[in-house]
């Protein structure tokens, strides 16, 4: 098990292209840490941005009767992926990682799959 630092510092070692990762509580908006962010890029402010679109996809599959789970989100940018996994189980119940790609070094798929596997062994 992991906690939350070692999961972020392993999101953004081990995943090709990762260039900022963070844990966000998306029902107060806050960061529970971060990793990568710079002067260009604050990550403090993509995860209160990014929380607004995780409540609005939540809000829309109550609305249309989806009695399903989002297991994650991607936006493409022209030269990001910006990748937000929800956590599942009780314990990561109002938490999702947040992950910033660099397009030109990133495989979507691989980089899906890695996330997964920090979001398993992360102990909140």
Avoid at 3 to 19: F, M, P, Q, R, Y
Avoid at 29 to 36: E, F, K
Avoid at 39 to 50: I, M, P, Y
Avoid at 65 to 76: P, W
Wanted: aromatic content about 4%; cysteine-free.
């Amino acid at each position: 098990m992991a906690n939350t630092e070692a999961a972020l510092k392993d999101a953004v070692t081990s995943i090709e292209g990762a260039t900022a990762a963070a844990l966000v509580d998306y029902t107060s908006g806050m960061a529970l840490g971060t990793i990568g962010s710079t002067k260009d890029f604050d990550l403090e402010v993509a995860a209160a941005g990014n929380t607004d679109v995780v409540r609005s996809k939540l809000r829309t599959m109550e609305h249309l009767g989806l009695k399903d789970e989002i297991e994650d989100v991607l936006i493409t940018l022209g030269t990001q992926y910006h990748l937000i996994r929800l956590l599942s189980g009780r314990a990561g119940n109002g938490l999702f990682l947040y992950l910033v790609l660099d397009k030109s070094r990133a495989n979507l798929a691989m980089a899906r799959h890695q996330l997964k596997k920090i979001e398993a062994e992360l102990e909140v």
